[in-house]
């Protein structure tokens, strides 16, 4: 009887048991089929899946990403670039001994001072600056003192690694990696964007030509010993600027030390008054305008005075001169009558629509404002009509010329590269300054200036030359100095399809005994254009060859030879 | 049974353990093989941006023309040397014969009196040794010489 309850107790137990019991089997059996769950797909997974790739934070490809981006040439020639360099720097509390470190460093480091060194690395701070910027050699002899305390820090330069070449073009950065002039100031937002970091950019420049060109002004610059030069290679058909040199030149590697002068661009920001070349500008406009035509003439037998002021010819011929002649031989009084007829106003409007009465435009913020009277009087009209009394930027004057010889379109001059195959586009893109016809004429002009005239030392045989010589005295105080000189000369070629011009003009050249003491643009300015297109033209792909029947031939006739 | 299916669970247990194990091994084996080829490629990019610097630096027409001046006897090319176009070649006068080509490296010593018209000399002596002569001799070669020749003649 005493366990009747018990057992009735059990037998309530036993049923509540048995439901825990059920309870427990449910749960270990969802467990169970949980586990096998997620053993199966573990090995599904690891097994038999093709596995997607998880991105694990990192997304894509690990790629350096330079602060800033390269600049390359037209042919991808590396012109800027970024790179890692490795600055000094010291935790003087490491340094064992301040002064053995310093004398060992002086050794390896020339330029920093002992003593300055040995005040630095004695000092109680933890970081001081020993130098910034080392070259890999300077790095690695640093490295090879093996003395404890120094570290690199890792830090990206901009690297120009042709030197001086085209620096004026592509200016420099400051300290923090900021474009400060040329492209680099002009694109600045481009190249430092983030973006744009992989993807260099890329200039009309061609360094070939570029060097060529600079190559060939250096040399005259310091034959003549002139102050100074200025030179642009233009595609007429593009306005891609090939080349521009501005001389004397600086290294953008080391800007800092670079004098003012020679950080100045003489090709957009200097201006100038470029004399004869502009009789291009006064010829043609007259052409078009149906003031004169190819058989119209001339007295140019007396200097024209106006004022005080007297208009004379350099190669005076003393008798009428037909419009070709005047040309050929650069007749300042034929030039200025002829600007006379066409009149003051037609002129003004005529060199604006050339864009020679503003700034350039140019990827370039270093442009020349030009300098031209406000009141544009008569006399005015004489003088810029051979290119006095008027400054411009050789830039612009190229810019002006590349319109007049391309069929009569202006074509605003670029430093960045057309991309292919837009060429044809170029010329329905520019503005129509004069007609086909008188562009046709004002080549073979060109081409007599040079075959028979005042640029005879810048043709070359093959190559077509046709040109203008410029030679105009340096304003002064109250006047002009006549033994300060801008010699410069426009050479275009192959002048029967015009298709690359040449620009350069010399700052005070000074005359010497092989070219009879003259110091003028026949004698300084044309035999270096001339040079200039021996050299680059196979580069440029123009094949030499014989003149074509052209209006050179006909315009040829109407030029009675000295 | 349930010994068995007890088994059963703790072997599947210890096959999923070892597996994952040995899996997040290998993944991560994989990851920082990943890595280290990232690495690479970074270095690698930074080391083909220095060789390009230094590939420009060196082929600067600076550097280039400094060094041809100093170690070659090279001149610029003048436009006479260019031929731009094949028509531009002058015609040769009739009844010539065309050079053979190379013929200053099969000419290893003189075999004729200087002045004497080195095509027209009949082949009087046997060609020597190491030496061709043109005139009719050679078999295949003549008759290709022939043919240009008298295409040449007829021409003009």
Request: glycine share 10%.
């Amino acid at each position: 009887m005493k366990l009747s309850p018990r057992l009735d107790i059990a037998d309530g137990m036993n049923a509540k048991l048995e439901m825990t019991r059920n309870r427990l089997m449910v749960v270990i059996f969802l467990f169970a089929a949980a586990f096998v769950f997620l053993g199966v797909r573990t090995l599904d997974l690891g097994l038999l899946q093709q596995v997607r790739e998880v991105g694990s934070g990192r997304t894509g490809y690990a790629t350096v990403m330079p602060a800033r981006a390269d600049i390359v040439d037209r042919n991808g020639v590396v012109l800027a670039t970024n790179l890692d360099t490795a600055s000094l720097h010291a935790n003087p509390r490491e340094i064992l001994d301040a002064n053995e470190a310093a004398r060992l460093l002086v050794r390896v480091l020339p330029d920093l001072s002992e003593a300055d060194l040995k005040a630095k690395l004695s000092s109680s701070a933890q970081f001081v600056w020993i130098k910034r910027k080392l070259t890999p050699r300077q790095k690695w002899k640093v490295n090879a003192l093996g003395l404890p305390g120094l570290h690199f820090r890792i830090e990206e330069e901009r690297i120009y690694p042709q030197g001086k070449m085209a620096a004026h073009v592509l200016g420099h950065v400051d300290v923090d990696g900021k474009g400060i002039a040329g492209v680099e100031r002009f694109f600045d937002q481009r190249l430092s964007d983030p973006e744009f970091a992989q993807k260099p950019l890329q200039l009309s420049i061609d360094s070939r030509i570029q060097h060529a060109l600079a190559d060939e002004m250096m040399d005259t610059v310091e034959r003549f010993s002139a102050k100074g030069a200025a030179g642009v290679v233009m595609d007429v058909n593009t306005g891609e600027v090939l080349a521009m040199v501005s001389l004397p030149d600086y290294d953008p590697n080391r800007a800092g030390t670079a004098i003012p002068d020679a950080r100045f661009n003489r090709a957009s920001k200097g201006v100038y008054e470029l004399g004869s070349i502009f009789k291009t500008f006064t010829l043609a406009m007259a052409l078009d305008g149906g003031v004169v035509d190819m058989n119209s003439s001339y007295d140019a037998t007396y200097p024209i005075r106006v004022g005080r002021f007297q208009i004379r010819d350099d190669h005076p011929k003393s008798r009428v001169m037909s419009v070709p002649e005047i040309f050929t031989y650069s007749s300042n009084i034929g030039v200025a009558q002829m600007a006379l007829d066409v009149g003051g106003e037609a002129q003004q409007e005529f060199l604006g629509q050339l864009g020679l009465l503003r700034a350039p435009v140019l990827e370039l913020e270093e442009v020349g404002y030009p300098i031209y009277p406000d009141r544009w009087r008569d006399i005015n009209t004489m003088t810029i009509s051979y290119g006095h009394g008027i400054a411009v930027s050789p830039l612009q004057v190229a810019s002006g010329m590349a319109a007049m010889v391309n069929g009569g379109s202006l074509i605003p001059a670029t430093l960045i590269k057309n991309p292919d195959g837009a060429h044809a586009d170029e010329r329905a893109r520019g503005r129509r300054i004069i007609s086909d016809a008188t562009s046709t004429q004002v080549n073979s002009l060109l081409r007599a200036a040079v075959k028979l005239g005042t640029g005879s030392n810048a043709d070359v045989p093959g190559y077509r030359v046709g040109g203008k010589t410029g030679t105009a005295e340096k304003s002064a105080v109250g006047g002009y100095k006549e033994d300060a000189l801008i010699s410069s000369f426009v050479g275009v070629f192959p002048m029967d399809a015009p298709r690359y011009l040449v620009l350069v003009a010399f700052d005070e050249p000074k005359g010497i005994a092989a070219t009879y003491n003259f110091a003028s643009a026949g004698w300084v300015a044309a035999p270096a254009v001339g040079r200039v297109v021996g050299r680059i033209a196979p580069l440029l792909g123009v094949e030499p060859g014989n003149e074509e029947v052209n209006g050179f031939q006909q315009v040829s006739l109407l030029v009675e030879p000295d | 049974m349930k010994r068995f299916l007890n088994m059963i669970v703790i072997m599947l247990v210890a096959l999923a353990g070892t597996g994952l194990f040995t899996l997040k091994y290998r993944a991560g084996d994989r990851d920082a093989e990943i890595q280290a080829l990232h690495a690479q490629i970074v270095a690698d990019q930074k080391a083909i941006r220095v060789l390009k610097a230094e590939w420009a630096f060196l082929n600067s027409p600076d550097y280039l023309q400094d060094m041809a001046e100093k170690h070659l006897g090279l001149r610029p090319i003048t436009p006479d040397q260019i031929i731009g176009d094949l028509s531009d070649l002058p015609w040769r006068r009739a009844g010539g014969v065309i050079a053979p080509p190379q013929v200053d490296r099969v000419m290893p010593r003189p075999r004729f009196k200087p002045g004497t018209d080195l095509f027209s000399v009949p082949s009087a002596e046997a060609p020597q040794s190491g030496v061709i002569s043109f005139d009719g001799s050679m078999g295949a070669n003549s008759d290709v010489l022939q043919l240009l020749n008298d295409f040449d003649g007829g021409e003009r």
